[in-house]
């Protein structure tokens, strides 16, 4: 059975940095495309970054472009999103996000991702 545990949201002002944490169990954690998705009341589920399951490729919103930086320790099982100069406009629920197959490339689809943690609130003061 497929797991992923988010933490590490929080309250913070505007300008401030936050690392979100996603602990996945139950997959072969290195052959999957993780995702970071992000959602507000009302709208649809969004894509912030993907990575692959070798670390080598990342994919990014174009909303969080040169603040936030995906990455893996595929030893420990474990995504990071690592969010600076945060803004209000970033305030959401943060999901993680496994992909529905081994060995895919990275897609912006939150169709694409099968498996979901249960999402960490970011709410970020102006």
């Known amino acids: 059975q497929v797991r992923l545990v988010e933490s590490g949201g929080g309250l913070v002002q505007s300008g401030a940095s936050l690392r979100l944490s996603c602990l996945a169990s139950?997959?072969?954690?290195?052959?999957?495309?993780m995702g970071w998705f992000r959602q507000a009341p009302g709208k649809e589920r969004e894509f912030v970054a993907g990575?692959?399951?070798?670390?080598?490729?990342?994919k990014y919103a174009d909303a969080v472009k040169g603040r936030f930086t995906i990455s893996r320790d595929n030893a420990k099982n474990t995504v990071y999103l690592q969010m600076n100069s945060l803004k209000p406009e970033d305030t959401d629920v943060y999901y993680c996000?496994?992909?529905?197959?081994?060995?895919?490339?990275?897609?912006?689809?939150?169709?694409?991702?099968?498996?979901w943690g249960q999402g960490t609130q970011v709410t970020v003061s102006s």
């Open positions: 996000a496994a992909d529905r197959r081994p060995f895919s490339v990275i897609k912006e689809d939150h169709a694409s991702y099968e498996f």
């Open positions: 139950g997959l072969t954690f290195t052959n999957y495309v």
């Open positions: 990575i692959s399951g070798s670390g080598r490729t990342t």
